[in-house]
């Protein structure tokens, strides 16, 4: 759930019609996306001073005009753009007037966005680069060998076609992993390796570890694998080995997930010293460890990675995503050789195979050395935004790595993060709070991440940054008034 809650004025229109009409202004400014989860009824009846059966007819009210959608036992959500990428319209009702609107929610402070000018520092996505032109051009290639064409159409083996895992060991060795292609499995993206290795190698009941703060992927599999999910104190540098000793004597646990180079959210990357002292403790506790590579495919020269040192308990998981093209939907995982027949059951029993026809553009990339392209042209492009963040934030302490394409910006008092999140979108910029990304039921610091590739320009990220930066200045003062 994010920050934003309706303020209901004075009017003579049933409350329920005034919060679903303060919903819908909110969906449509895009103050509200995709996913996100509105808060639960008892909250905002609190809130608002309503009841909950208000509250439920205002969300039924969205419902059946198709803006959210109820999930049982889990809460409500905004619903996904219709096929053409258009947001769904009332069905039960025209859409209100912008006069109505205003009678039903409270107007924000002097210089807010209109809606439709959200400017996206929330999503961690590749700048820009020359991926699309590369597509068409190697689609062509494609269209003109009628013989792969059809061999491409047709099953391939769980864990891809040969060739394709062959371009997969040259993508990981980027990264400091060399070994043989038979233990290279190809996946639809990082996200789904990492489904199928839980899968592999945990079951229902079992204890696996995170850090403190990770990548919210994971949050979400967990639960769905109802596995016990326990995050690992960090620091400044990431994962603190004395702390995950300590885990592993009271929990048993069978597993740890860690982004140890270029962590997401906070930046950090783990020395050669800690690396090899987390490699002692997993041997110790004979602890499997799931290492996220992703991110580090946007270094020159990675860290060795954790796995390097556990040959027979790291697994490694990467992607194009970040650094290429996050729709191509094409990643790789490394594993043990005990392992890789158990992960290759699980991607039979889940997809049967990854699309031989994306792994194909993806290895054809990779070998041809064009992905070195597109990851130096991303490598600039990232550069370049550096530059414009430490121009405009150049009055605020805010941790990173050059090769990172995001920022971690600690909130000074008196701010809070659901409140620094709701002036932000009042000011028509978004940011994800640091309770996005908290494993467990752990408090969260208040700090933001500022992603430099939502903002499709450098104009764009320019504008959201001094939006941001005056947000800062102002202070939270305003959001206390009646």
């Not at 309706?6 to 919903?23: F, G, M, N, V, W």
């Not at 969205?62 to 959210?68: A, F, I, S």
């Not at 996904?80 to 409270?106: F, L, M, N, V």
């Not at 990779?366 to 550096?386: F, N, T």
Request: charged content about 20%.
């Amino acid at each position: 759930m994010n920050g934003w809650m309706p303020t209901l004025s004075r009017s003579s229109e049933p409350k329920y019609r005034a919060i679903a009409q303060a919903y819908s202004q909110a969906i449509h400014g895009g103050q509200m996306l995709p996913g996100e989860k509105l808060p639960a009824h008892r909250l905002l009846a609190k809130k608002l001073n309503v009841t909950t059966g208000t509250v439920s007819r205002a969300y039924a009210e969205l419902e059946r005009g198709g803006l959210v959608v109820a999930r049982v036992g889990d809460g409500t959500y905004v619903a996904e753009p219709d096929a053409d990428g258009a947001r769904i319209q009332d069905r039960t009702r025209p859409a209100p007037e912008s006069s109505e609107r205003a009678a039903a929610i409270t107007p924000g402070a002097p210089g807010v966005h209109a809606p439709g000018r959200l400017i996206d520092l929330g999503q961690n996505v590749p700048m820009p680069t020359d991926e699309a032109f590369l597509l068409t051009q190697t689609l062509r290639e494609l269209a003109a060998d009628e013989q792969l064409a059809g061999e491409l159409l047709l099953y391939q083996p769980e864990g891809g076609r040969r060739s394709h895992r062959e371009a997969g060991a040259r993508w990981l060795a980027r990264m400091g992993c060399t070994v043989a292609a038979e233990r290279v499995l190809v996946t639809q993206g990082a996200q789904h390796g990492l489904a199928c290795v839980l899968r592999a190698v945990l079951r229902p009941g079992d204890t696996i570890f995170a850090e403190a703060l990770s990548y919210p992927g994971i949050v979400a599999l967990a639960r769905q694998l109802r596995l016990n999910l326990v995050g690992i104190e960090i620091d400044e540098e990431g994962i603190v080995p004395a702390a995950l000793e300590r885990a592993c004597g009271l929990l048993a646990p069978r597993a740890l997930f860690c982004v140890p180079t270029l962590h997401n959210p906070t930046t950090a990357t783990l020395s050669e010293a800690r690396r090899t002292m987390i490699a002692e403790i997993a041997v110790r506790h004979h602890l499997v460890v799931i290492e996220d590579l992703v991110p580090a495919a946007l270094l020159d020269a990675p860290p060795t990675p954790l796995a390097a040192r556990l040959p027979e308990h790291g697994i490694v998981i990467s992607s194009l995503s970040k650094a290429v093209a996050p729709g191509l939907r094409i990643g790789y995982v490394q594993a043990p050789q005990d392992w890789v027949g158990k992960i290759l059951a699980v991607i039979r029993s889940d997809c049967w195979m990854t699309s031989p026809l994306a792994a194909e553009i993806a290895a054809r990339w990779i070998v041809d050395g064009e992905v070195d392209r597109l990851v130096a042209q991303q490598r600039a492009q990232v550069d370049a935004r550096h530059a414009i963040a430490a121009e405009v934030l150049a009055d605020w302490t805010y941790r990173t790595d050059p090769a990172s394409p995001h920022l971690w910006l600690p909130l000074a008092e008196p701010w809070r993060a659901a409140e620094f999140s709701a002036a932000l979108r009042q000011a028509g910029v978004l940011a994800k709070t640091a309770d996005s990304f908290v494993i467990g039921r752990g408090s969260a610091p208040h700090a933001v991440r500022l992603s430099l590739g939502g903002a499709r320009s450098h104009e764009a990220l320019r504008e959201g940054l001094e939006l941001l930066a005056r947000t800062l200045r102002n202070g939270p003062e305003g959001l206390y008034s009646a």
